[in-house]
């Protein structure tokens, strides 16, 4: 039997959450055990690879660099540089639920900001064999 993997759900959606706490579900029927690891304020994908996890599997991740303000977007932008910098370090599955955030101001900004967590990402996890294909249609994916 296979030691017991930590498994960090990044940004953790919350307890109501119906999506995460599926994949949580899941990834305890698989014999691991699930971590939510919650955004923060300051360098959250960092300290989400700093947290103890085994693997890093990540939803939504237009927060990491978005925010309401100009000033705030640029830090965010920067903490997020840093984070994929840390992301080389541990593996990662990146869950693909849409092309990119249904409020997008710019579709084409969301996809480049995406491609670098696929780039790094060592799974993607979609809903379908015709999402999958949707999905590569529009992100470079790794065989």
Request: glycine share 6%.
């Amino acid at each position: 039997m296979s030691e017991q993997k930590k498994i960090g759900l990044f940004p953790f959606g919350g307890n109501e959450n119906p999506y995460t706490n599926m994949i949580a579900h899941a990834i305890k029927l698989g014999g691991n055990r699930a971590i939510p690891l919650h955004d923060t304020k300051f360098f959250p994908i960092r300290r989400a690879c700093a947290s103890g996890v085994d693997l890093i599997h990540m939803f939504w991740p237009s927060n990491f660099y978005h925010s309401s303000t100009c000033l705030g977007t640029i830090i965010k932008r920067i903490m997020f540089a840093d984070g994929l910098r840390c992301l080389r370090k541990i593996p990662l599955i990146y869950s693909a639920d849409n092309l990119y955030p249904h409020d997008a101001e710019s579709s084409d900004f969301e996809i480049k900001q995406i491609q670098k967590i696929v780039n790094l990402a060592d799974g993607i996890v979609v809903a379908s064999n015709k999402a999958r294909e949707i999905f590569s249609e529009v992100y470079q994916v790794k065989p």
